[in-house]
């Protein structure tokens, strides 16, 4: 096994991409794990529009470029489009666990199937963030309320409601970012959003959300 591992996180959109490089991969870097993030990409376009028919092509595309990498996905489950794998399975599904179960299952399963000389069983790590990456905001109550510049008890009140962060919800006025946005015109996803999670960090969102952990647990463990 060799003592480092390379990954291309494939993620939806530049918020994202901004989040693995300069949050994430920082933080798995000491531990020999490199990360390399991409925006999903299609002619003319970047970001946005989260088809699978369009992830196939990138997950495909970096499994091949070499055999020695990892491949991941970083996508949100709010607003993703109907034609996932799971998709419609995972909206008959009340708990949040069970939903990102059944997409990152299925999500797997089709990989394989589309890339079985690829060795996806083992080269690919899908992850569909519940309900949207901005959840993790909410792992640090303090931190968030101060950088809102509201009080503490406007989150407590969300969190009182859904449980936990990644509880929060994906209906339209009620999904992480737009919470985040209603709490604050301060608040602006590729800019504060990145100044909130740098400001709370991996650890604390490690800690209150359990299915970002599982992720981020199975990508530091890759060298061992």
């Known amino acids: 096994m060799s003592n480092f591992a390379e990954v291309v996180v494939i993620v939806e959109g530049l918020t994202e991409q901004r989040f693995i490089k300069e949050i994430l991969a920082p933080y798995l870097a000491p ?50 489009h109907t034609d996932w794998p799971g998709y419609t399975e995972s909206k008959q599904r009340a708990q949040h666990g069970q939903k990102a179960d059944v997409m990152n299952n299925a999500t797997a399963m089709k990989v394989k199937e589309k890339f079985p000389d690829r060795n996806p069983a083992n080269r690919f790590i899908p992850y569909v963030s519940m309900h949207e ?78 299915l970002f952990n599982q992720w981020v647990n199975t990508l530091e463990n890759l060298r061992r």
Not at 38 to 54: M, S, Y
Not at 141 to 166: N, Q, Y
Not at 188 to 193: I, Q, V
Request: charged fraction near 30%; glycine fraction near 6%.
């Open 31 to 80: 531990k020999g794990v490199y990360l390399t993030a991409v925006v999903l990409n299609k002619p003319g376009e970047k970001g946005g529009d989260v088809k699978f028919a369009r992830a196939i092509n990138d997950i495909g595309r970096h499994l091949k470029q070499r055999n020695d990498t990892w491949v991941t996905l970083l996508v949100d489950y709010y607003a993703i």
């Open 133 to 210: 990456t901005e959840a993790l905001y909410f792992s640090d109550p303090p931190s968030l309320a101060a950088k809102l510049e509201v009080k503490r008890e406007e989150i407590d009140i969300i969190l009182k409601e859904c449980g936990e962060p990644e509880k929060i919800n994906d209906h339209w006025d009620t999904a992480p970012s737009r919470r985040l946005s209603f709490l604050s015109d301060r608040f602006k996803k590729t800019s504060t959003g990145i100044a909130i999670a740098k400001e709370i960090g991996i650890t604390k969102m490690r800690e209150a959300c359990p």
